[in-house]
């Protein structure tokens, strides 16, 4: 017998333990099926999606290349372990990974989620220091950025930064070298905007020279950090971080398992200040938001210093029983196929434009301190005072409040705090664009007009 919809409800308030979600005010959203840019719920009520499902959707729902690609899958085989074992989808998308990926990034280790693909590059790194030509056993420490976020396991969440999310863990994390984020919107007294990435680069250049003989590597998110509230960082920074990590011979991680696929303009953000960074993170939009991947790609230099016999034990001892999944991996390769076949690429700058125009008039909103954009990534910060760019008091939840708004006329967002972000899926329509600025910008009149201080 069907549960019915009060069931769902039910069962969804009571049993399911929603993901960053307080579980004593949810209110169930039972989205039932989707199609393009198109969520349904189960009471048949539409909504856009304009984070594309949390920043993983790449093509559109039910694209029909990643559909039939996922069925042919099926009458295939469903998953073989990458425990010494292989499969051709797993195979193939590896090595299409490896050509659409920063030049020099040759290898690629699979896992399930974002966070793991992180966790990889970390110990790789920390392990590569320990067997590489001439070991450098005293470097175990990493360089991170406040406000970064890199998942919710523990070695991710040792090198994130939000203290928010983070705090309450800290006893049980390791200890990071941490500075500040190279945020443009919020500069430190005295710092101006066209100082800024000179600025920030010298806070790296002094942390690694004082500390590059204890360090493994240096973990980023280029250009953007997302979860911070789309923080974008100095135009040159990344460039110049991985220059100065050259210099200092300690690794640089790119974690681009928000940025990558195509959201910031360019395949890979990384691509932006032509940088190759030691291991890029992937996750997200790599199975165009389907299933659950995530891949972390490195260098000839790093998988030399784990080849040997068994018996020197330089294996990397690491692993996910469903990494390199073969339906997840026919997903991967659709992705990459309909990015060819569309030109998703060539046609991202009208739509970015589009949404910059609309974003200029939110700007002029009284209550809209900032607004940032990339690609098709933007963020439109709400403030309490535009001057001194002081927030609103966070229990006020303005963010969330208009999202709530956008909800009741047909759009579904995810604040970060009073950041809304807008991260269309690449297939949004310049009409859809113009829909969701047009209910935030309702949704920031509501929380702001006759709302008390
Ligand atoms: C979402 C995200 C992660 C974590 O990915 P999960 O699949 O949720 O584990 C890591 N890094 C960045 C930059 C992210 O945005």
């Known amino acids: 017998m069907q549960p019915s919809l009060d069931d769902l409800k039910r069962w969804d308030r009571e049993i399911v333990w929603h993901a960053f979600t307080q579980m004593a005010e949810y209110e169930p959203l039972i989205i039932e099926r989707a199609e393009g840019c198109t969520l349904f719920d189960v009471e048949g009520r539409q909504y856009l999606d304009a984070v594309s499902s949390l920043w993983c959707n790449v093509h559109g729902h039910r694209h029909p290349v990643l559909d039939q690609a ?28 490896v050509e659409v990926a920063p030049q020099g990034l040759t290898h690629v280790f699979f896992a399930g989620d974002g966070a793991s ?51 309450m863990f800290r006893p049980l994390l390791f200890d990071v070298l941490r500075l500040p984020a190279p945020d443009t919107y919020r500069l430190p007294p005295g710092v101006a905007l066209e100082g800024a990435g000179d600025y920030y680069l010298g806070l790296v250049e002094q942390a690694l020279r004082e500390h590059h003989q204890e360090l493994v590597a240096v973990v980023i998110e280029p250009l953007i950090q997302a979860a911070a509230g789309m923080v974008m960082h100095p135009p040159g920074f990344l460039r110049g971080v991985r220059e100065l990590t050259r210099r200092y011979d300690v690794l640089l991680i790119a974690d681009e398992v928000a940025t990558g696929f195509g959201r910031t303009g360019t395949m890979f953000a990384c691509q932006q200040e032509q940088v190759t960074p030691d291991f890029l993170c992937l996750g997200k939009g790599l199975t165009g938001g389907y299933l659950a991947m995530s891949a972390t790609l490195t260098t000839d230099r790093v998988w030399e210093a784990f080849l040997g016999t068994f ?127 047009l209910a935030v910008g309702e949704g920031i009149q509501r929380v702001t007009a006759d709302w008390p201080d």
């Open 117 to 167: 693909a992180v966790e990889v590059a970390l110990k790789m790194a920390f392990q590569y220091w320990r067997q590489c030509g001439q070991p450098r056993p005293e470097k175990r420490r990493y360089l991170a950025f406040d406000n970064a976020y890199h998942g919710d396991t523990l070695g991710s969440v040792s090198v994130g930064g939000v203290a928010r999310f983070h705090q």
């Open 311 to 437: 018996e020197q034990t330089r294996t990397f001892f690491h692993g996910h029983t469903y990494g390199g999944n073969p339906l997840a991996a026919a997903a991967g390769l659709a992705t990459l196929d309909v990015f060819q076949q569309e030109r998703t690429l060539e046609r991202l700058p009208a739509l970015a434009g589009r949404l910059a125009e609309r974003l200029a008039e939110l700007r002029k909103l009284p209550a809209v301190g900032d607004v940032r954009q990339r690609g098709l990534i933007a963020a439109v910060e709400l403030v309490r005072d535009r001057a001194t760019r002081e927030p609103y008091d966070w229990r006020q939840r303005r963010g969330y409040h208009v999202c709530r708004h956008a909800l009741q006329h047909g759009v579904w967002m995810r604040p970060l705090g009073d950041v809304l972000v807008i991260m269309p899926p690449l297939v949004i329509t310049c009409e859809q664009l113009d829909r969701i600025a």
């Open 70 to 97: 996922v069925r042919r899958q099926l009458d295939q085989v469903a998953h073989v372990t990458s425990l010494g074992c292989s499969n051709p989808a797993t195979i193939q998308l590896a090595r299409r990974l």
